[in-house]
């Protein structure tokens, strides 16, 4: 008889905290560029996104930022009929 995921059962151990970054606090972060950005940070920009040239945090916040603006290449969802 075959052992099922080879005995591991129960609860999987919990991933790692993953902090949303819309809970950033940094000074900036998320804001549209405005020409220069602050150490540490990096601009975000994704041709043919509606998503405008932005600011972000290097690492976890860029990140979100790179996706969301990918996203944002998307066309609009029509409206419900
Ligand atoms: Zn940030």
Redo the contacts with the bound molecule.
């Keep these: 008889m075959t052992n099922w995921n080879q005995g591991l059962t129960g609860q999987s151990k919990p991933g790692r905290t993953v902090q949303p970054?819309g809970g950033?606090t940094?000074d900036r972060?998320g804001h549209e560029y405005t020409g220069r950005a602050p150490n540490g940070m990096t601009r975000v920009r994704v041709d043919g996104s509606r998503e405008p040239e932005r600011t972000?945090?290097k690492g976890w916040?860029a990140a979100y930022g790179q996706a969301l603006a990918e996203i944002r290449t998307l066309p609009e969802p029509e409206a419900a009929q």
């Design positions: 970054p950033c940094a972060c972000y945090c916040c």
